[in-house]
């Protein structure tokens, strides 16, 4: 004897099938749009420091900054919007003897955050002339949401950072003046 199935009956059964996958798999659609979410981000990212780190119109600068003993430091420069935004973001580590050196077009106070940077750091805000104004020293990395900001206590038109720990190993310290020779037009500071 044969039985009849009716249509009626095989979409029940396939409604409950598909009922006890998606209990079998709670938030499969919210994890899909993380999913997706994350993919977007990693693009953008992407789309952001691939040109600045890869050459072309954005290739790396370097400059130095001179302490007041004659030592020099060998410094990137960050003299575009582009690389004074990104900084030392997404960087797996920062060398003992490396540093960034941020020019800004006007001396403000400008404010740092550590969003995005994987250690710390030691931030030196210069004045003009190259003179410390203030330092915020081994910045720890952003462990909250949102960000705390650091400011200085004066106008700055020259932003140094260092790995951490650096600026004391080297002596350096608010109130003393370092000259800044920078590559290409720019005119170095006077000490």
């Not at 209990?23 to 999913?35: L, N």
């Not at 040109?51 to 900054?65: D, F, K, M, N, T």
């Not at 960050?78 to 003897?97: C, H, K, N, T």
Request: proline letters at 8%; a positive charge.
């Amino acid at each position: 004897m044969m039985r009849r199935v009716s249509i009626e009956a095989g979409r029940n059964q396939v409604n409950r099938s598909r009922r006890a996958r998606q209990k079998c798999y709670p938030g499969r659609m919210q994890e899909e749009r993380g999913m997706q979410a994350r993919q977007v981000m990693f693009a953008v990212v992407l789309w952001i420091t691939v040109p600045a780190y890869a050459g072309g119109a954005e290739a790396l600068r370097y400059g130095q900054v001179i302490l007041p003993d004659g030592q020099a430091l060998h410094v990137e420069v960050a003299d575009s919007p582009i690389r004074r935004q990104l900084g030392y973001m997404f960087r797996e580590r920062v060398g003992p003897e490396d540093g960034m050196i941020f020019l800004f077009e006007e001396a403000a106070f400008h404010s740092f955050w550590m969003k995005n940077v994987r250690f710390s750091l030691d931030i030196l805000w210069m004045a003009g002339d190259g003179t410390v104004v203030d330092a915020s020293l081994e910045t720890p990395p952003c462990r909250e949401d949102p960000c705390p900001s650091y400011l200085p206590m004066a106008r700055a038109l020259y932003v140094l950072e260092l790995a951490g720990g650096r600026a004391e190993r080297l002596g350096i310290r608010p109130g003393q003046t370092l000259q800044v020779l920078l590559p290409g037009p720019a005119a170095p500071s006077k000490p």
